[in-house]
Every structure is written in structure tokens, then in C-alpha cells.
């Protein structure tokens, strides 16, 4: 099966895609292109998946570059490869070549470009990322490198979408203690439980960070097991672990 790559216009004609479970080496809850070197998947397995990864960014194995990401606010500027993976939850380069990605499984894979300055980003935004400022560090980051945030475009790819996203009233809370603004980004589930929006959230902190364009591919990832792996579903199924989705962007 070929590699299935979700692009947006947003980010043309720059080469980027957001990566389906379609097209990889993996197999059992794995299926597909499992790209989660922390995953209990074969390690061999794994390391086939990336290359096609790379060989579809065009670019060698070592230059695709991802990061450790530990949900933090962390982001690395990358020039060249690095020995060691950075530990971070974003990356950002002016260097044509290197192909920045994330992994997710619900979390929010972002890549972000400034076209005409020459750099772009990925960030890895899950709940806690996007309410700490991953998103404005990523921007900020890039801003370092030469671009205006007025010119950069973001595009969020496959995450959980609020009909999937239910939490509980201390998860909300959260949010709240920020901004009771953010009351607008949950909706009311069973009994105690709201829904959270995620990349609704997460589109108004950028677009109020002053990006200039910002966009979700409005694909979600709990609802379509035939293309996407999902943290949540696989807790849900009671599965034993579960695959990584990768998202990457080149100059």
C-alpha cells in the first residue's frame, strides 16, 4: 500500500505532509506507519516506516528530524543534524534540506512557514502545551531565524476533535483559571464531563498571537481508526500500546 499524505494549500508549495497510518511496514495494533521509535513496535519495523518517511520528504534518514517531546514549552532551532535528539515539543529551521517532524496520536501535529523569510516549524501540541504556549514559543522561535508571525501560515493536522475529547470538570478548571474566556472551547458531555475543542483553543491563541494564517485540516483521529492511530481509542479498546502518526515539513 502506498504512503496516504494529507497536504494543505496553506503551506505550498513548500513540500510538508501530514502522514496517515497508510503505506507502512508495521503490523497488529500497529498497522501501518507506525513512526513511534517509544512504541513497543520493532524497532527494525519503526526504522523502515521512517525511511519511507524521509524518502517521501526527500531527504536522507538523518535529516528527518524529530525531538523527545515531554509536553513541554521547549523549542529547538535546529542548523544540522543533531548527534542527540533534542529533548522539546517544537522545532524550527532556516536550513533547506532538513524535514522537521512531530509525532501524535491525538495530540495536535502543527507545522508552521514563513515562505518568503525561508523558515518553518513543527510542534507537537497536546492540552498541556497549548495552554502553557507552545504554539507563541514556536512562532517566537521562528521570529529568531528572521520571519514576521504576520506572514507565517500554521496548519493543525490530525488531532481529536471535541466530540471525542470529553473530560472532566478539574480539566476544565484549568483553562478557566487562565482565561474564563476559555469557557467558550468546552461544551457540556454525560453528567459532569465537557467536551474540549482543542484545535478550536488552539487556533485562537495563535490567531491572538498575531499569525497570520492559521487553519485545522478537520480530521479527526479518535474517529477514523482506518487512517489514524489514537491514544484515547486504544485506552478505550483496552489495547496493549499503540502506533505514532508523523508530520513533517521541508524547505
Known sequence: ??????????????????????????????AGLNCGEGSSDQCEVVAINRGRVAGAMGVPGDHLITV??????????IATPP?????????????????LAVL????????????????????????????NGILEA?????????????NTAAVIGPTISQRAYEVGPEFMDSFLAEDAGNARFFA???GDRVQFDLPG??????????????????????SDPQRFFSYRRSVHEGAADYGRLISAIRL
Open 201 to 222: 483553543f488552539s487556533l485562537a491563541r495563535m490567531r491572538a498571537a498575531g499569525i497570520g494564517h492559521a487553519l485545522w485540516t478537520r480530521h479527526c483521529t479518535y
Open 68 to 77: 523527545n517531546q515531554v509536553h513541554s514549552t521547549d523549542v529547538a532551532v
Open 138 to 150: 514556536t512562532l517566537a522561535a521562528m521570529e529568531g531565524l528572521g520571519a514576521d508571525r504576520s
Open 188 to 190: 457540556q458531555g454525560t
Open 1 to 30: 500500500m502506498t504512503l496516504e499524505i494529507l497536504t494543505s494549500d496553506a503551506l505550498s508549495p513548500l513540500r510538508h505532509g501530514f502522514f496517515t497510518r497508510r503505506g507502512g511496514a508495521s503490523s497488529g495494533v500497529f
Open 104 to 131: 501524535t496520536a491525538d495530540c495536535q501535529p502543527v507545522l508552521f512557514a514563513d515562505i518568503q523569510a525561508g523558515v518553518i516549524g513543527a510542534a507537537h501540541a497536546g492540552w498541556r502545551g497549548a495552554l
Open 83 to 99: 548527534d542527540i535528539r533534542p529533548r522539546a515539543d517544537a522545532v524550527v529551521t532556516d536550513q533547506p534540506g532538513l524535514a
